[in-house]
């Protein structure tokens, strides 16, 4: 369908997933929604567009008070980064033993000026923990 030309109707799961592009939609159906191209559809349309954005602040606000919350109480919020591991038992992370040489290496590869950070360290096709 190309761009400006009316769409009879969309059907979906939620209002939110409406498919991008300057399309004309004249009709949208959805399990639970069904608005017309009238003034009260349009209306109803924004009031759930509305709830939809309500949602997804609410739920971004929740995320970050959460990992704020884990970052307080000392806990590592994610995966842990390269040279680390995930301590499950104590939410935490620890050195890896066996890949934090190899992250020291790098460092100390790179403070030299030999190597910047787009070039690479190790050769080509040849695995972080290989040994050295």
Known sequence: MAP???????????????PGG???????RFPTY????????????????GQSKY???NLSENVKRGLRE???????PGWAPLGYVNDYKNHTVIPDLEKAVLVKKLFEL????DYSLIGRV????????ADR
């Open 4 to 18: 400006g030309q009316a769409c009879p109707q969309f059907c979906g799961w939620w209002p939110d997933y409406l």
């Open 22 to 28: 300057h399309r004309k939609i004249t009709d949208l």
């Open 34 to 49: 069904r608005f017309d191209n009238t003034a009260q559809g349009k209306f109803m349309l924004s009031i759930a567009f």
């Open 55 to 57: 949602y997804v602040d």
């Open 70 to 76: 884990k970052l307080r109480r000392g806990e590592w």
């Open 110 to 113: 790179y403070a030299q000026g």
């Open 122 to 129: 190790l050769p080509r096709g040849q695995p972080l923990g």
